[in-house]
């Protein structure tokens, strides 16, 4: 969100102190979010649920930049672009990405040679290797070769969130379009409005991000209306930690939900689109965060069944 300064436009300092609340309000939220949730629950505790849920919004964090980057300069057309971000990151999603697994090796107590061989540590390692691939091709001639990278991580990021014997196949198709698409969503938003910042406008940049919008939320809603029946018996909605949390996610959707209807109705109508659109990243940004939150707390399917 950006607030006006004195000119009509916000200072350093305002924007400098602003990234420093919302990048400790994040770190506090991964942090403790999970151990909140799970208050009263009777739950087991998981070691280092606070650093994993960090390093995993990070992970979250820099594919969705990388993949609105590359879907962002499709829809920007002719003019000036903003500095490209998917380096940094491609580099921050991989070394995530390598510090679960570490974290992985120093919570089980294992050495790393012994946790590569685990289905968790080879998925972590591939992970981190396509996103250090995906860095590479993006600092290349040709950073469209990025997808395929970025695909590969899409694809080992699901596997290891569904090491369920009950239709894995249809939960890991699931979570890659879902994945795909929450990238698709923030990142090309942000995308979108950094360009327009860059040309003092730029409004068809956001009509058309509008059109690719419009599918990709349809795409989210079924495929976590889907996920959630699959995962969440009706009974553990409110005594599991899962459940707890995907209520916030829940209700952090529906006020998305309507700050993208609100752009598109000022979009449509010829009013300035940008500032629900700005909230709306910002939004988006904390619903990344409870995802990530999600990954780390005890699955609510195996609690109903035992």
């Not at 992970?127 to 590969?152: D, E, H, K």
């Amino acid at each position: 969100m950006t607030l006006p300064g004195p000119f009509g436009t916000p200072s350093r300092l305002t924007a400098a102190l602003l990234a420093a609340v919302a990048a400790l309000a994040v770190i506090g939220l991964a942090l403790l979010g999970a151990g909140l949730a799970q208050t009263g629950t009777g739950e087991l505790r998981i070691p280092a649920v606070g650093t994993t849920a960090l390093l995993r919004f990070l992970v979250l964090t820099g594919l969705a930049v990388h993949v609105g980057e590359l879907a962002g300069r499709r829809l920007a057309g002719e003019g000036p672009r903003p500095r490209a971000l998917s380096v940094p990151a491609a580099l921050l999603a991989a070394a995530a990405s390598a510090g679960l697994l570490l974290l992985l090796a120093a919570v089980s107590g294992l050495s790393l040679p012994v946790v590569y061989g685990l289905r968790e540590g080879r998925l972590l390692l591939v992970t981190a290797n396509a996103f250090a691939l995906a860095a590479l091709c993006a600092a290349s001639r040709r950073p469209g070769l990025a997808a395929l990278p970025l695909a590969v991580a899409v694809v080992a990021e699901a596997l290891r969130a569904h090491t369920e014997t009950y239709t894995p196949a249809v939960g890991i198709g699931l979570t890659v379009v879902h994945l795909t698409g929450a990238s698709l969503w923030l990142g090309t938003l942000l995308y979108v409005l950094r360009t327009m910042r860059l040309r003092r406008g730029g409004r068809e940049v956001l009509v058309r991000y509008a059109r690719m919008a419009a599918v990709v939320y349809a795409a989210l809603a079924v495929t976590g209306t889907a996920s959630t029946l699959r995962r969440l018996p009706l009974d553990a909605v409110l005594t599991t930690a899962y459940g707890r949390i995907l209520l916030v996610k829940l209700l952090l959707f529906g006020g998305v939900s309507l700050l993208a209807l609100a752009a598109r109705s000022r979009m449509l109508s010829g009013g300035d689109a940008e500032a629900p659109a700005r909230i709306e990243v910002g939004t988006l940004a904390v619903i990344v965060v409870v995802s990530a939150l999600l990954t780390v707390v005890p699955d609510p399917h195996w609690l109903a069944a035992s």
